[in-house]
């Protein structure tokens, strides 16, 4: 079986052809980089470039993959959360290929692409233990099956990527922040600056980044004759210093709540294995290795999508689409793009009546 797979809610247009039995076709990604001059995604500017590209990275998907289109079985694009007006764009163009095809078409939930990335290419088996940590998203969650999530944490202010993008942009470092910081970091002391760890006592899964990004601020004012950090002069040595110590925070915050995530997990399943990451911030390997060893120490198998399927791309969606493909979980025509959609809750159940099977 073999599944074609769209991504469009947020700056990468990509898509991917996979099959049941884990073999990745055909992937093309198109990341934009209409928004650098920006710091951040214009989501018109978005919309626009999906609606540019969406074509030629199908085709080229198809072209990877060696095959006609009419040999694909089913049709994924990720449906929402994300920009709606690129999301528009890449489920339009699924729904476009479904009907003419005449094939199933399946909505994904991105974070459910996330979510299930790293079962492409490792044994991971449910339910496990999920640390999602992406731009828009940082949850913890118990991953019991396709379209079956149970949420133990979240951040109550900023999402993982968001606080690395703060802050790299702050330090003029670009966007997306996380690849500047995590390279800048690598030549930082961590020990430099003592950062807070927002939240660690709060007894549950919470995370916060704000508190951390503020005090990021405060450093780089102290940089400023004026306390502005528009002013600031900082050599290289002390913005390396700074990376190093709030990826040291970041992931020290993400590591004590996933310490008292796994406590929970094992008693409610005292069979799961496995501690998975994904996102685009689990392509940190900073974080990967903490995170390994974590998991280690409690005595969990320690997966994540290769490094390159870690940020948004079709790979993920043309997957999470097999694996609702192969439990018959398509959706209608009519499915209507979700800028907001919650993983824990009102996940699309195979289609009615009017739906078009396999
Ligand atoms: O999953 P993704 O591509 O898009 C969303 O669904 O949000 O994640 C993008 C986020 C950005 O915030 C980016 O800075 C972060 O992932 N990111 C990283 C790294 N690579 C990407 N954060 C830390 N370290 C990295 N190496
Ligand atoms: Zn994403």
């Not at 072209?63 to 990720?78: G, S, T, Y």
């Not at 390396?240 to 004590?256: G, K």
């Not at 940020?311 to 025509?333: C, F, S």
């Amino acid at each position: 079986m073999k599944v074609l797979g769209i991504e469009s809610s947020c700056d990468e247009t990509a898509a991917a052809i996979v099959t049941d039995d884990r073999k990745i076709l055909g992937s093309s990604v198109l990341t934009q980089l209409e928004h650098k001059i920006y710091g951040g995604v214009v989501p018109e500017i978005a919309a626009r470039a999906h609606l540019d590209h969406i074509d030629e990275i199908i085709e080229d998907t198809f072209k990877q993959a060696n095959l006609r289109p009419d040999e694909i079985d089913a049709v994924a694009a990720a449906a929402g959360p994300g920009l709606i007006g690129g999301v528009v764009v890449g489920v339009m163009a699924g729904k476009a290929l479904a009907l003419a095809l005449n094939k199933p078409f399946i909505a994904i939930n991105h974070l459910e692409g996330h979510a299930l990335a790293a079962r492409l290419s490792n044994d991971v088996e449910y339910p496990y233990l999920l640390l999602l940590v992406s731009g828009g998203h940082c949850q913890i969650l118990i991953v019991k099956g396709v379209g079956e999530f149970e949420r133990l944490g979240t951040t109550i202010d900023d999402a993982a990527g968001e606080a690395f993008d703060k802050v790299a942009k702050m330090l003029n470092l670009g966007y997306p922040g996380g690849p500047m910081i995590e390279k800048m970091a690598e030549l930082g002391d961590e020990n430099r600056f003592v950062l807070p760890r927002p939240l660690a006592n709060s007894g549950d899964c919470n995370l916060s980044f704000s508190g951390l990004k503020t005090a990021v601020r405060k450093i780089i004012e102290s940089y400023s004759p004026d306390n502005n950090i528009e002013h600031a002069i900082i050599r290289k040595q002390d913005v390396a210093d700074i990376c190093a110590c709030f990826q040291l925070a970041a992931t020290d915050s993400l590591v004590r709540k996933l310490q008292k995530a796994i406590g929970i997990f094992k008693s409610k399943y005292p069979n799961g294995k496995d501690l998975v990451v994904s996102g685009g911030v689990a392509a940190n390997t900073y974080l990967r290795e903490h995170l390994k060893t974590l998991a280690e120490k409690e005595g969990l198998i320690f997966a994540a999508p290769p490094i390159k399927y870690c940020t948004d791309n079709g790979v993920m969606i043309a997957w999470a689409g097999m694996e609702r493909a192969l439990k018959g979980l398509y959706n209608d025509l009519d499915f209507k793009p979700r800028p907001r959609w919650p993983l824990d809750g009102n996940a699309p159940k195979a289609a009615g009546a009017g739906g078009v099977k396999a």
